[in-house]
């Protein structure tokens, strides 16, 4: 804030005060942001994703020692999960949580722990209602803030620890979210023609009810098994990175697309004792022995999968945001120790991020927009 306060001409003390201790309400601002993101972004996405920020102590909300992706390790960090609306050449950040480890909620704790942890959240005032929740249940809560400010996505696309999560993919089935999530190789699935199955009935006992006979394959394993003939090549986007083999800059590989049956206890099934059918997207490059990449998506069975192809890649925006946002606007530079305030300075952010979104729409040339 020092710097920013020199430009400004104005006291550093009060400018740091305005972010962690007035009053005024983020979310109220929040959802004024939203508003203008959506009108200037015109989102073919809402893209959902959680970034680190590295801390030095341990005195600001939500830090602990945890795994992060943008370390690539367990380190000392705050972790944020945010939602962003999307398209191909522009984004915006909309809506955050900060992420509360066991070790900040004394509810997880007993005895001399938990009052240690009730102290350490009484000098960072965080509201009671507020514990350690995973990462998906908080995308889902920030999904359902934004659909209360009646901003429905077209779609909702994230990475595999969002997409192999069975309990997420269903809450955005049960709230008629469509979606496109990346999942890892391994996760169990049926080839969509697989059936269940009633065993004769011994004449005792209950009724045997419609069960699948074998075990489930993997995702990795139906894509093989469908092989290399059922490749499509596909171009997603226009790159910049232009090469001698690709003068155009095209962005494009092999993929398949077909449907399958995750498979999975907690999934309903329906009244025969089938398991609802999703599209299988996969990733196979030119020279690779496999796929590289796999996605799940419940987007209708006629989706084409030029579209499905243009989703699944779609998230890379967030991590064009996450950069800008963090290198040239200060997310990850908090200064207070309360969680409002955390609230507060993550607001602050998304606001000039929308700014320059704006600046880059409408004066591209304007210095600053680039």
Not at 78 to 103: G, M
Not at 237 to 265: D, E, H, I, Y
Request: hydrophobic share 35%.
């Amino acid at each position: 804030m020092q710097p920013m306060a020199e430009r400004l001409s104005v006291d550093h003390q009060r400018l740091q005060q305005f972010v962690t201790s007035s009053t005024w309400d983020y979310a109220a601002v929040r959802r004024r942001l939203v508003a203008r993101a959506v009108e200037v972004v015109a989102p073919e996405a809402f893209v959902l994703d959680d970034t680190g920020h590295l801390k030095d102590g341990d005195a600001s909300p939500g830090v602990a020692r945890q795994y992060t992706g943008t370390a690539g390790k367990v380190t000392n960090c705050q972790i944020a999960v945010s939602v962003h609306a999307v398209t191909d050449t522009c984004s915006a950040a909309l809506d955050w949580r900060l992420f509360l480890p066991e070790s900040w909620d004394d509810d997880c704790a007993v005895g001399a722990e938990a009052e240690r942890i009730a102290a350490r959240r009484a000098r960072c005032a965080i509201p009671a209602e507020e514990g350690h929740r995973p990462k998906w249940q908080l995308a889902l809560e920030i999904l359902d803030e934004l659909a209360a400010w009646g901003h429905i996505p077209a779609v909702v696309t994230g990475d595999a620890g969002y997409g192999d999560n069975t309990t997420f993919r269903l809450e955005l089935t049960r709230r008629d979210l469509p979606y496109v999530l990346a999942a890892k190789g391994s996760t169990s699935a049926y080839p969509s023609d697989a059936m269940p199955a009633t065993a004769p009935y011994s004449g005792q006992g209950r009724r045997p009810a419609p069960r699948y006979q074998d075990k489930p394959s993997t995702l990795r394993d139906l894509a093989i098994t469908a092989g290399r003939s059922s490749l499509r090549q596909v171009t997603w986007r226009q790159g910049t990175k232009k090469t001698q083999g690709n003068p155009t800059a095209k962005m494009r590989s092999r993929f398949l697309a077909m449907r399958v049956r995750p498979a999975n206890r907690d999934i309903p099934r329906t009244d025969d004792g089938s398991l609802p059918e999703v599209w299988l997207l996969a990733e196979w490059p030119p020279h690779q022995p496999e796929p590289t990449d796999y996605w799940l998506s419940s987007l209708p069975d006629h989706t084409p999968i030029r579209k499905l192809v243009r989703l699944a890649k779609i998230r890379w925006r967030i991590e064009h945001d996450y950069r800008e946002l963090k290198t040239g606007l200060g997310l990850t530079h908090f200064e207070g120790r309360s969680f409002a305030g955390w609230h507060r300075h993550v607001t602050l952010v998304s606001a000039a991020h929308l700014f320059l979104t704006e600046l880059r729409l409408t004066s591209p040339k304007t210095p600053g927009a680039a």
